[in-house]
C-alpha cells in the first residue's frame, strides 16, 4: 500500500525547494524539457508525487536522476513554480536517504553542522602540521599516505554501502525485474554516461556547460590519479609535473568561470544556489589552486 506523507513537502524545503505549490498541473514542464519521452517524462510527475506526498514512489525513481537542471522548464514556466529547483531538491533529498551515514541529510539541511566540520577539519591539519613541526617533507609523505587511505575508506564504508541502498530502493524494493546479465552488459552505457553525461548535450543551449563539466570531470580524475599514483607533489619527472599543472590550472579556470555564473545568476541554474552548491565549486576551485601552489612551493 502507497504511503501518502503529508510533510513530505515541509521537510523538501528544507533541501533548497521553494513555493511549488504554484504549479497547477498544465504540464508545460514536461512539453518544454527536451530529454523527457514517452516512456520517461519529467518533471511534471515527479511534482505529482511531490505534492502527494508520495515518498516511496520518489524513492523508487530514477527521473529525478535523468534531469541534468538545463533550466528551459523553470524558465517557460507560466506560474514561476521552478519545477527545474524542485528537480534539484528532490535529488539532494536522495542523496541523503540513500546515505545511510545520514551526513548527506545533515549537511544539506544545517549550515552550521557543514561549517562545524569543515572547522574540525580545518583544525585537524593544522594539529599534524604542529605534530610534525611543519616539516614539509613529513607533511607531504604523510598526507600522501592520507590521501590513499582516505579515498579507500570511503569508497568501501561510504560509496558501495550507499550504492546499494539506491539499489535496494530502485530495484529490488520497487520490484523491478533485471536481467543478471544485463548488470554486466550495461556496464559500457554506465561508465560513459557516468563520466561524459552525453545526454546534457541534448538540452538546448547547454553544449558549452556540458563540455565544461566533461574537461572538468577529466582534469579532476586525471589530477586525483597524478597525485594519488604518481606522487606528483614529490616526483622530479618533468612529464608529470607539467602534466599536474595543466590539470589543476583547468580544474581551476572552469571552477571560477562556475563561481562567476553563480554570482551573476543570470541562467535558471546558477539562481537558487543552495550552500552545498557554493562549497561544492568553490572547494573544487581551491583544490586546483592550492595544489598548483604547494607543488610549485
Not at 122 to 131: E, I, P, Q, T
Not at 145 to 168: C, D, G, H, K, S
Not at 253 to 268: C, G
Request: glycine residues 4%; contains cysteine.
Amino acid at each position: 500500500m502507497t504511503r501518502v506523507n503529508p510533510e513530505f513537502a515541509t521537510e523538501l524545503i528544507k533541501y533548497g525547494v521553494g513555493d511549488f505549490n504554484a504549479c497547477f498541473n498544465c504540464g508545460n514542464c514536461t512539453a518544454t524539457c527536451s530529454l523527457s519521452t514517452n516512456d520517461s517524462s519529467f518533471p511534471r510527475e515527479m511534482i505529482r508525487y511531490t505534492t502527494l506526498g508520495l515518498e516511496d514512489e520518489i524513492k523508487s525513481s530514477l527521473k529525478p536522476w535523468e534531469c541534468y537542471y538545463c533550466g528551459e522548464c523553470s524558465t517557460e514556466c507560466p506560474r514561476q513554480a521552478n519545477p527545474g529547483e524542485l528537480m534539484m531538491s528532490l535529488r539532494r533529498w536522495l542523496t541523503a536517504k540513500y546515505d545511510w551515514t545520514g551526513l548527506s541529510g545533515l549537511f544539506y539541511k544545517y549550515l552550521p553542522a557543514f561549517l562545524t566540520a569543515m572547522v574540525l577539519v580545518f583544525a585537524g591539519v593544522l594539529f599534524f602540521a604542529n605534530s610534525v613541526n611543519w616539516e614539509l617533507e613529513r607533511m607531504l609523505h604523510y598526507g600522501h599516505l592520507f590521501e590513499m587511505f582516505a579515498i579507500a575508506t570511503v569508497f568501501v564504508v561510504i560509496f558501495i554501502p550507499n550504492l546499494l541502498r539506491m539499489w535496494y530502493f530502485t530495484v529490488i524494493r520497487a520490484g523491478v525485474k533485471v536481467p543478471f546479465k544485463n548488470y554486466f552488459t550495461a556496464l559500457s552505457d554506465l561508465f560513459v554516461h557516468m563520466f561524459t553525461q552525453k545526454r546534457a548535450k541534448d538540452c538546448v543551449d547547454n553544449h558549452f556547460r556540458w563540455l565544461e563539466h566533461l574537461i572538468l570531470v577529466i582534469a579532476y580524475l586525471s589530477l586525483l590519479f597524478t597525485t594519488v599514483f604518481l606522487n606528483w607533489f614529490g616526483t622530479q619527472n618533468l612529464f608529470v609535473v607539467i602534466l599536474g599543472y595543466l590539470e589543476s590550472a583547468f580544474i581551476f579556470i572552469i571552477t571560477v568561470d562556475f563561481v562567476k555564473d553563480r554570482i551573476q545568476k543570470k541562467k535558471a541554474l546558477t539562481k537558487n544556489s543552495k550552500p552545498s552548491d557554493w562549497f561544492f565549486v568553490i572547494w573544487l576551485m581551491l583544490m586546483g589552486l592550492t595544489a598548483f601552489f604547494v607543488r610549485l612551493f
